[in-house]
Structures are given as C-alpha cells and as structure tokens.
C-alpha cells in the first residue's frame, strides 16, 4: 500500500533526470506494488518522447497533460488537459509524437514493462489478443468542448467531467471545476473508504480546516484519513482519482 501523502507542494520538488530528454517527479509509490504517481516532462530536443514502434503494457497507464501537446498515432493530439487510458495489453504508440516539451501527470499501475510490435494488426488502440470484454481504452483530446455535469448540490457552481471509470468498481478520475465561493457538498461519510488522489490542476482552493492549496499541490490520502472539503478561492479546478483500494 502507498504511503499517505497529505498534500505537498509539487513545484518544490526537484526534477530527476533518469535520462536525457526524460524528467521526473514521484509523487507517490507503492513500493511493493510498484505502482506510482509521478509528473514527467519529456523534452524532445534533448531525446526525450514517448517510444517510436507500437508496444503495450501488462499493467495500467493513464495520462492527463498538463503542459504541451503529445499524441500516440499523429491522428489524436491531446492538448492541456487531454487525457489517455491504456488498460493491460491495449496496443497504442504507432506514430508518437509531442511538442518540443510535454509534461503530464501520469499514473500506472506498476513499473512499465514494454512488449513491442513491428507490424501490428491494426493502427488503432486495440487489444493485443483481440479481446472486447473488461475495461476499455479512453482518450479524451481535450475536455474543454465537452459537456460537463453539473453536481445537483452545488446549484450549478460545481461541474465534473469524467474522464474514464471503471464498471466493474468505483475506480474513476475527474476533473471538477469550481466557481469562486463554491464548497463541495457535505459528504455521507468524513473518513475515506478508499485510497483517493487530488491535483490542483487550475486556482486555489482551501480544505474545512482553511489549509490553501494552489495550482501543482498534490494529495494521495489513504483509507481511513480525513476526507477533504474544498472551496473555491478563485476559478479552480481538481483532478481527483477514487481508487477501488481499500485498506
């Protein structure tokens, strides 16, 4: 299980640079899992960028850009705020590219293996092995023309776009845009029931107890902890991940 992170200011944390071209920040990690949370920049006249040839993973990838342009088959380009979804063994990377710098959040379900494919069945994300059952593949190239939901209890100053959500389990991630003043909702329960991210994408909010958090703070909070109520400084908006992890 991860340990709990309670909100850190990710601008001050240093880059590591495992590589040229490819910086790094952990945000949080399962040591015995693997898997993590982490900021990258990939800058590309320094050799960074996503891999080349088509290739898939045997554990989950999601991105959500925060800087930059990237695409994964030179069709689809997401831009700030676009996001991808790759479940196991979903074959994606024909024809990668990126603006000279790209940062994004990135999430994965353990270290990234690679399997890499020469002449694959097709150019689209598809599943190795043909399968259409279990959870699917998303990419959103930018949520900003979309159609956002309003919260029934915040009178319309609260909207949340979904980005991908697992049927099977409550697993989901979403941004949450929140007009200035706007409180979230009193929840059912104070205590999380399971592990849950939060990364202030836009703005500034502050939690029940008056903590302000800015745009690149980040939480990781584990089963058990506090659950945290924001309000809107300004125009802000959230990422938030609600795991199926239960303590």
């Not at 994965?108 to 690679?114: H, K, N, P, T, V």
């Not at 989901?172 to 592990?195: F, I, K």
């Amino acid at each position: 299980m991860r340990p709990q992170v309670d909100f850190m200011d990710t601008n001050a944390l240093p880059w590591v640079s495992p590589k040229p071209g490819l910086m790094r920040k952990v945000l949080s990690r399962d040591e015995e899992t693997t898997a993590q949370t982490v900021i990258t920049r990939l800058i590309q006249p320094e050799g960074g960028g996503p891999p080349s040839v088509p290739h898939c993973h045997e554990t989950t990838e999601e991105i959500m850009v925060l800087d930059g342009q990237l695409t994964f088959d030179s069709r689809c380009w997401l831009a700030k705020g676009g996001y991808v979804y790759h479940p196991p063994r979903w074959i994606h990377g024909y024809k990668s590219s990126q603006t000279p710098v790209a940062t994004f959040l990135w999430r994965s379900g353990a270290d990234l293996d690679f399997t890499f494919f020469e002449a694959p069945a097709d150019d689209f994300l598809h599943h190795r092995y043909g399968e259409t059952a279990g959870r699917q593949a998303v990419v959103v190239p930018s949520p900003w023309a979309t159609r956002w939901d309003e919260l029934p209890s915040a009178e319309g100053r609260i909207r949340q776009f979904t980005y991908a959500q697992d049927p099977s389990s409550i697993e989901h991630s979403v941004l949450r845009r929140y007009a200035p003043g706007a409180w979230d909702a009193e929840p059912a329960s104070d205590v999380l029931e399971t592990r849950e991210e939060f990364y202030i994408y836009e703005g500034m909010v502050e939690d029940q107890d008056g903590r302000r958090f800015s745009e690149g703070w980040y939480a990781c909070l584990m089963p058990g902890a506090l659950r945290p109520r924001f309000r809107a400084i300004v125009d802000s908006i959230i990422y938030h991940h609600i795991s199926a992890e239960r303590a």
